[in-house]
C-alpha cells in the first residue's frame, strides 16, 4: 500500500500537491473560503493566459510544456524502444528469468528553450548500430509528438538524439551580429534547426551553394560576405567576384569586392588571374608550409561566382568555356592549401552543369526541384539521412542542408536574409581596401581589367595572421 502511494505521488506530483492544498483549505477554512479561492485561481489564470498571450506562453504554458515533455520522454523510454524493436529481451539460463535491456538513455535536458529541442546522449545496446537507431527515427518522433527526430552519431555505438517540437527555422532570420575577428573556419552565417548557430567554414575548403531560382543562395552568400566584413576591410580577405547575371546580384556590394566581373570574357580573366596568383603562390610555399596563414601581403583569396553555369555549361564559345573550366578545375584541386578559395552559386546541379562538384567539400543545397538531385549535390544517401530538398517550400526560401564537416548526418539550416539596405550598409562598412593594381574605378559594375597583377607583387606590409 505505501509502495503505492510513493508511485502515486512520484508520478502526479503536482496532482498530488493542489489536492492536499484544497484539503486543508477546506479543513481549515470551510467551504465558502475554499470557493472563493478557487474563483479567484480561475479568473487570475483566464485573465493572464486571454490577456496576456506571451507572457503565458513563456512563463507558463511553455515550461510545463517542457517539464512534462521531458518527463514523458524519461518514463516512456523503455516501453518506446520494446514497442519500436530496440530493446532485446535476455533470458537467464540459470533461472529462466526474462530482462529487458534497452538503449541507455543520459544527458536528457532542453538543448534549446526558443527552438524547443530536447536532446539526450543514447548508447545503444551491444550488436545494434547507429543506424538502427536513426532507421526508428520517425516512430521516436511520433511516440513523444515530436515534429523530428534528428540521430547524430557521436561515437561507434553512442548518438546524440534531439526531439524537435516546433520549427525553429520557419521565421526570417535577420542578420547575425558581426564578429570583430571572424573565425575563417567558422563563421555564423545563419541558425541550425536545434536553434544553435549555423558556422561555415571558409579557409582550406570550397563551396557549392546550389538551388533552383528563389531558392534563397543570395542570403548565404551576403551572410557569408557579412561575416567576412571586419577581414574584408582589413584586407586579410579579397573577395574577387564574378557576377555572371551582368552585375545584377552582386553589384550592391561592389566595394566589398576586390574585383568584380560582370561578363563571361572579363569573368573568364578573373578566374585565370586567380589560377595564376595560385599557382605563384603553390610554387612558393612549396616544402615550407601546407597551410596557409591570410597576412594582407597574401590574402586569402575567395573566388566567388554567382551562377556558375553562365561560365562553363552555357557559354557559346567553347574556347571561352574550356578555359574557364580549365582555370576553375585548378582552383579546385590545387586552391585550398595556398589559401585560393572557390565559392560557387548554381541553379542546375546536373553532372552536365558542373563536372566539379565532387571538389567542393562543403557542399550546400537549398530547394531542389527533384529528389534525384539531392543526393547529386550532398552526396550519395544524402535523401535517406534526411536532406528532403525537394520538399523545401516555396515559402521558406534561405532554408537549406548542408554537410557540417565532420558529421555523417545532413544538418537543415537556415541562412539569416540581407535586403537592399543591409546589403548597403554592408558594403559601406566593410569596404575593401582600395587596390593599385586596377583599373577599376569602384563605380557601380566595372568588370575587372584583362590584367590583375599578383596580389603578392603590390601590398602593404605584412600584419599578424588572422583567427583561425
Ligand atoms: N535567408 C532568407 N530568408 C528569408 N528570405 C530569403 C532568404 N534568402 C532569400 N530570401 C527571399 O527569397 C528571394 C529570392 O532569394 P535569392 O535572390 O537569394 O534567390 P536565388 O536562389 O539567388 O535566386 P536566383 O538564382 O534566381 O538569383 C529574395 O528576394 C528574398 O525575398
Known amino acids: 500500500m505505501s509502495v503505492t502511494i510513493v508511485q502515486v505521488v512520484w508520478r502526479y506530483p503536482g496532482t498530488v500537491f493542489g489536492g492536499l492544498v484544497v484539503l486543508a483549505v477546506y479543513r481549515s477554512y470551510g467551504s465558502t473560503v475554499l470557493l472563493v479561492v478557487v474563483v479567484v485561481i480561475v479568473v487570475v489564470v483566464l485573465v493572464v493566459r486571454l490577456g496576456y498571450p506571451e507572457f503565458w506562453s513563456v512563463r507558463v ?24 524493436g530496440l530493446s532485446t529481451v535476455r533470458v537467464s539460463h540459470r533461472t529462466g528469468a526474462r530482462t529487458f535491456w534497452t538503449p541507455g538513455l543520459s544527458q536528457l535536458r532542453w538543448s534549446s528553450r526558443t527552438g524547443m529541442v530536447l536532446a539526450a546522449r543514447v548508447r545503444v545496446l551491444a550488436g545494434q548500430t547507429v543506424d538502427d537507431l536513426a532507421g526508428c527515427a520517425e516512430t521516436l518522433a511520433s511516440a513523444f509528438g515530436a515534429r523530428s527526430v534528428r540521430v547524430r552519431a557521436t561515437g561507434p555505438n553512442t548518438a546524440d538524439v534531439s526531439w524537435l517540437f516546433t520549427d525553429s527555422l520557419a521565421g526570417v532570420l535577420a542578420p547575425l551580429p558581426v564578429e570583430a575577428v571572424p573565425n575563417l573556419v567558422a563563421l555564423p552565417v545563419g541558425v541550425q534547426e536545434d536553434g544553435t548557430p549555423w558556422r561555415l567554414r571558409l579557409a582550406g575548403t570550397h563551396l557549392l551553394i546550389v538551388g533552383v531560382t528563389g531558392a534563397g543562395k543570395g542570403g548565404v552568400i551576403w551572410s557569408l560576405l557579412r561575416a567576412l566584413g571586419p577581414t574584408i576591410r582589413s584586407g586579410l580577405v579579397q573577395v574577387w567576384a564574378v557576377d555572371g547575371k551582368g552585375g545584377m546580384e552582386l553589384a550592391p556590394g561592389r566595394p566589398l569586392f576586390t574585383h568584380l566581373a560582370t561578363t563571361a570574357e572579363t569573368g573568364v580573366e578573373l578566374l585565370e588571374e586567380a589560377a595564376t596568383v595560385l599557382a605563384a603562390r603553390a610554387a612558393r610555399l612549396a616544402g615550407t608550409t601546407r597551410k ?9 583569396l575567395v573566388v566567388l561566382v554567382d551562377e556558375l553555369a553562365l561560365l562553363t555549361a552555357y557559354v557559346p564559345d567553347r574556347k571561352l568555356r574550356d578555359r574557364a573550366e580549365k582555370a576553375l578545375a585548378m582552383i579546385a584541386t590545387q586552391g585550398r592549401a595556398p589559401g585560393v578559395v572557390l565559392v560557387a552559386a548554381l541553379q542546375d546541379p546536373r553532372k552536365e552543369v558542373v563536372g566539379l562538384r565532387n571538389l567542393f567539400p562543403t557542399k550546400i543545397a537549398l530547394r531542389l526541384d527533384e529528389k534525384a538531385q539531392v543526393d547529386m549535390v550532398l552526396g550519395d544517401g544524402a535523401r535517406d539521412a534526411g536532406a528532403l530538398c525537394h520538399q523545401i517550400p516555396e515559402t521558406s526560401p534561405g532554408v537549406t542542408y548542408v554537410k557540417v564537416d565532420g558529421q555523417r548526418e545532413p544538418v537543415r539550416v537556415r541562412s539569416a536574409y540581407l535586403d537592399d539596405d543591409h546589403i548597403a550598409a554592408l558594403a559601406i562598412e566593410y569596404a575593401a581596401p582600395s587596390d593599385p593594381t586596377t583599373s577599376d574605378t569602384g563605380s557601380g559594375t566595372n568588370d575587372a581589367p584583362a590584367t590583375l597583377h599578383l596580389v603578392e607583387d603590390e601590398v602593404s606590409p605584412q600584419t599578424g595572421p588572422v583567427a583561425a
Open 292 to 300: 596557409h596563414e591570410p597576412t594582407v601581403a597574401e590574402p586569402l
Open 61 to 84: 504554458a511553455g515550461p510545463r510544456f517542457r517539464y512534462c515533455k521531458r518527463r514523458s520522454v524519461r518514463r516512456q523510454w523503455r516501453g518506446t524502444c520494446e514497442a519500436v
